[in-house]
């Protein structure tokens, strides 16, 4: 079933990338780029299960590899503006001084990471202000410890709601959507990550005034 779905969202999201290239009235290129993104979503939903199942059974292994901390923080938050794009919002990353430019670790898994959390601020926030904080917690003969503070002045959520977006387990065959349901894969995915890399997961919402 893996198979059989990646197949032609890869195919659709080609044949944008055919379509971009040409000369397109501005009206049929946003219709062309929404549908590269929605293309794209599917695909991380599908790439998220994938995950899900990996991480119940065992199965999911983390990389340690040499990688540039500061590309993959740059390609989260340009892949982020892309959707911003219209939107009243202004996003800000800050990288701090100390933070070391090249660090082992996984690179992918870290990227799963800040995307799915971002993409939770973006579809959270209407207008304001998102921003990405790296800093230096510590080094200890080379063991870096970093963290990440991500901000955004979108809506509040109470403790249940909170608890239900970045829940340790989810049931994916029972997991129905609706308007008053918050939760959605990324969040849950992202705080799973986060705990087997060794990290922690702390979210927080000002009360409703």
Same mark, same amino acid.
């Given at each position: 079933?893996?198979? *059989?779905? /990646?197949? !032609? ?10 379509? @971009? /290239? ?6 049929? +290129? ?7 993104? @929605?293309?794209?979503? $599917? $695909?991380?939903? /599908?790439? &998220? ?24 923080? &740059? ?5 982020? +503006? ?5 939107? &009243? ?7 701090? *001084?100390?933070? !070391? ?18 993409? %939770? @601020? ?20 080379? %063991? ?5 503070? $991500?901000?955004? #002045?979108?809506? #509040?959520? &109470? ?14 065959? @029972? ?11 990324? !969040? ?15 979210? *927080?919402?000002?009360?409703? !005034?």
């Amino acid at each position: 079933l893996s198979y *059989e779905i /990646r197949t !032609p969202l890869t195919g659709i999201i080609g044949m944008t990338d055919i379509l @971009s /290239r040409n000369k397109l009235p501005e009206e049929i +290129r946003q219709i062309v780029g929404t549908l590269r993104k @929605s293309s794209e979503d $599917l $695909l991380n939903i /599908r790439d &998220d299960i994938l995950d899900f199942s990996k991480i119940e059974t065992g199965n999911l292994v983390l990389k340690e590899i040499p990688f540039n901390l500061r590309d993959e923080i &740059d390609f989260c938050t340009e892949k982020a +503006r892309i959707f911003l794009a219209g939107k &009243d919002i202004h996003f800000i990353t800050v990288v701090d *001084e100390n933070v !070391p430019v090249n660090i082992i670790s996984d690179p992918y898994r870290l990227r799963q990471i800040m995307t799915n959390l971002i993409n %939770h @601020s973006v579809s959270n926030t209407t207008k304001g202000k998102i921003s990405l904080n790296c800093s230096l917690l510590g080094n200890d003969n080379g %063991h870096v410890k970093l963290a990440f503070e $991500l901000r955004d #002045t979108g809506k #509040t959520f &109470d403790s249940g709601i909170l608890k239900k977006i970045f829940s340790e387990v989810v049931n994916i065959e @029972s997991k129905v959507l609706t308007s008053e349901d918050e939760s959605v894969f990324g !969040p849950v995915m992202a705080a799973q990550l986060v705990r087997m890399m060794g990290g922690k997961l702390i979210v *927080e919402s000002p009360a409703e !005034p």
